[in-house]
T-cell receptor
Framework: ELKVEQNPLFLSMQEGKNYTIYCNYS?????LYWYRQDPGKSLESLFV?????AVKQEGRLMASLDTKARLSTLHITAAVHDLSATYFC???????????FGEGTQLTVNP | DADVTQTPRNRITKTGKRIMLECSQT?????MYWYRQDPGLGLRLIYY???????NKGEISDGYSVSRQAQAKFSLSLESAIPNQTALYFC????????????????FGPGTRLTVL
């Protein structure tokens, strides 16, 4: 059974600081997704990582994938208040498109 | 207009009632999914369908059933609602996988907040 764990689950940080969210998963997979959810809203796709060593960047967010370590990271650079949201990683099964989600990391960026 | 729509957006019902949640999409995707979200648990897959004639159970299908009426429509039913089915329910869609380099990204609807009293 595929298990996906994120840490930390809650993150409070100051504007301008850097931090990393970690996503560990238990079995082999060939694709890793990061989603963002604002309070009371739906999930928005941020990144799809398809291969070992893949790195994607959008603005202040950068995601990477290490399939050998079964680890993905979401790095936040110089955080701003607008990044406050819950971030989910999700791992895709190699045989299809079923996703298993992590618990989510609730990020709060304080002025 | 939204690509993935869900109705109703909010629903309060009583224990034992039958309730249906509906999902429609205009993205032309073959694959559709139903998830529930509970605080601290992320999203968990209830059912999924890869085409109109294909229905599959997910991680937590007990107490739920689905119907794929057309490529664009996928409904979730709670035959006899119970309080621990109170949750936020999401429908999602994705394209048929194009192989190793296909992203298979899932696109989510706005969600239905269901309360069972």
């Amino acid at each position: 059974e595929l298990k996906v764990e994120q840490n930390p689950l809650f993150l409070s940080m100051q504007e301008g600081k850097n931090y990393t969210i970690y996503c560990n998963y238990s079995t082999t997979s060939d694709r890793l997704y990061w989603y963002r959810q604002d309070p009371g809203k739906s999930l928005e796709s941020l990144f799809v990582l398809l291969s070992n060593g893949a790195v994607k960047q959008e603005g202040r967010l950068m995601a990477s994938l290490d399939t050998k370590a079964r680890l993905s990271t979401l790095h936040i650079t110089a955080a701003v208040h607008d990044l406050s949201a819950t971030y989910f990683c999700a791992v895709g099964e190699t045989s299809g498109s079923r996703l298993t989600f992590g618990e989510g990391t609730q990020l709060t960026v304080n002025p | 207009d939204a690509d993935v729509t869900q109705t109703p957006r909010n629903r309060i019902t009583k224990t034992g009632k039958r309730i249906m949640l509906e999902c429609s999409q205009t993205k032309g995707h073959d694959r559709m999914y139903w998830y529930r979200q509970d605080p601290g648990l992320g999203l968990r897959l209830i059912y999924y369908s890869f085409d109109v004639k294909d229905i599959n159970k997910g991680e937590i299908s007990d107490g739920y059933s689905v119907s794929r009426q057309a490529q664009a429509k996928f409904s979730l039913s709670l035959e006899s609602a119970i309080p621990n089915q109170t949750a936020l329910y999401f429908c999602a869609t994705s394209e048929t996988s194009g192989g190793v380099y296909s992203t298979d990204t899932q696109y989510f609807g706005p969600g239905t907040r269901l309360t069972v009293l």
